[in-house]
């Protein structure tokens, strides 16, 4: 979940101005009621980053975020509370902040509320609620909820599996860039499971796979090469 602090910090990194203007900028703006400015001050205290780490700011200014309507300040409080970072670890609180991020629409939001279903954190364990907000995070763009819909899916936990479902998610999660999303695709179009066979489209998503890094999709992507397909 850090990774999206940490995201989401180097895009406030990249303005080409000097910390002390911007951080200035942000709090006034923060003040007029910007929640995404107020969002940017939390991450700039969480990671120290042109000001002294402080949790407790980090933390109000993610509240005021979340306040004013924005779905990263609410996910990045959440993740406040989930790990117990400058708050004592509260698992129903990380859950309240998730819950409000993905009613307003954040994938990330949504995965981790499915995360906290699928380990029972704070929650009674209920795989088909974790699956719910899977699917709901992948369809806004979350790969890791595609991923982690499969995984239930695979493994019989809150939905049924399904190879036909289990391609459409594997197809999003590749399409949002998850190169092991990309593997997955490919070897079930290379063996025509859950979908028809194709070793054309097997080759396409191994490439893609290959180019995001992924060394199996690079070895599937020679196969069908040495095959002639």
């Known amino acids: ?13 990249f303005f080409g101005v000097s910390f002390g203007n911007k951080i200035e900028d942000f709090k006034k703006a923060c003040e007029m009621g910007n ?19 402080d949790d407790k700011k980090a933390r109000e200014y993610f509240t005021k975020a979340c306040d004013f309507g924005d779905g990263n300040g609410c996910v990045n409080l959440g993740v406040l509370y989930h790990v117990g ?5 509260d698992y129903k609180k990380a859950r309240e902040y998730y819950a409000k991020a993905c009613d307003m629409g954040e994938g990330i939001g949504c995965e981790n509320l499915g995360g906290l279903y699928n380990n ?4 009674k364990q209920d795989y088909e609620k974790a699956s719910k907000y899977y699917a709901k995070a ?15 899916s695979n493994n019989g936990q ?24 990309c593997v997955i ?8 499971q859950g979908v ?34």
């Open 1 to 13: 979940m850090w990774h999206i602090l940490k995201i989401l910090l180097v895009a406030v990194c």
């Open 185 to 192: 695709i490919a070897t079930m179009y290379f063996t025509g």
């Open 35 to 53: 929640g995404v400015d107020c969002n940017s001050l939390g991450l700039l205290y969480d990671e120290g980053k042109g000001v002294k780490q």
């Open 120 to 123: 029972g954190q704070g929650v």
């Open 138 to 152: 992948c369809d806004l763009g979350n790969r890791d909820g595609c991923v982690n819909l499969w995984d239930l």
């Open 85 to 89: 970072q400058g708050v004592k670890q």
């Open 158 to 181: 809150g939905v049924k599996q399904d190879y036909k479902k289990a391609s459409e998610y594997f197809t999003k999660a590749c399409d949002f860039g998850d190169g092991v999303g």
């Open 196 to 229: 028809r066979q194709d070793y054309s489209t097997a080759k396409e998503y191994a490439s893609k796979a290959c180019d995001l890094g992924e060394q199996e999709g690079c070895d599937i992507y020679k196969l069908l090469n040495e095959e002639g397909c």
